[in-house]
């Protein structure tokens, strides 16, 4: 059974630029100004297409800006595709950045209310694992006060915690596996391995290739908004380690 399909998506955002010409200009020219802007846009997903299979856990690799982020997001429904189609069958779990939709003037534990209604929980449901969530992150102490007083470990912490405790049925995870002291790491990479026992679906990002090749049933290698390579872990980490150090060393010799 198919949990996430992309037909032929891509994503662009607007490039904002200064108005080099001036201000005064650009007004008495407003059209004008207005389709250039438009037509000026940074093209992150080029026609992607590739589907996750209930149950699988897939890693997404490359470089800084290939666009692994925002196909978590639109795997989120934080962001919609300018073109193509992308199907999630089931619940969405997503751990996509510290903080990302929390309030951070409301306390941990009405964050953990609120976050979990959003991800489609009654309150009665969220209510009966409130222990148990405070209790993974370990926050006990700090609970009832509001995010804004909290480090971005704990923050993190919270984060994890509560996707991980509302029964996920697909689980997004953008480079967050590292977060707090080494014992909570421990715990977390212990939960992700319980998941995986469970057959939860799972989409993970990460530059840690060990991570990847521990967790991962496949690999999705990204590079400038293109599919480059998909498929096995180990032959795939083993080219794009290639491809990484031979951009290492064309980079170097540009330098020298």
Not at 110 to 126: D, K, Q
Not at 156 to 175: K, Q, V
Not at 231 to 240: F, Q, T
């Amino acid at each position: 059974m198919t949990a996430i399909c992309f037909e032929h998506v891509s994503k662009w955002y607007p490039r904002y630029q200064s108005l080099s010409y001036g201000i005064k200009s650009s007004l008495l020219h407003l059209p004008q100004t207005l389709r250039s802007l438009k037509r000026e846009r940074v093209r992150v997903l080029e026609d992607v297409s590739f589907q996750i299979t209930k149950g699988e856990t897939v890693g997404l690799i490359g470089p800084n800006g290939a666009g692994k982020s925002t196909t978590l997001a639109l795997m989120a429904g934080v962001v919609e595709a300018e073109a193509g189609q992308v199907m999630v069958g089931s619940r969405v779990s997503p751990l996509l950045e510290l903080g990302a939709g929390f309030h951070f003037d409301l306390t941990g534990a009405e964050n953990i209310l609120l976050h979990g209604v959003l991800l489609g929980l009654t309150r009665r449901e969220v209510v009966s694992k409130m222990k148990a969530i405070i209790a993974f992150s370990e926050l006990e102490g700090a609970i009832e006060q509001p995010l804004r007083t909290y480090s971005s470990g704990m923050i993190a912490r919270l984060g994890f915690s509560i996707a991980c405790h509302l029964e996920p049925e697909i689980l997004l995870i953008d480079e967050i596996l590292s977060v707090g002291d080494l014992a909570f790491q421990l715990k977390c990479n212990a939960k992700i391995d319980e998941f995986k026992r469970q057959q939860v679906t799972m989409v993970l990002v990460s530059h840690s290739m060990p991570h990847v090749q521990r967790l991962c049933d496949r690999v999705i290698w990204l590079e400038k908004g293109r599919i480059i390579a998909e498929g096995n872990p180990a032959e795939i980490l083993k080219e794009y380690d290639k491809a990484t150090q031979l951009r290492h060393a064309v980079d170097r010799s540009s330098a020298a």
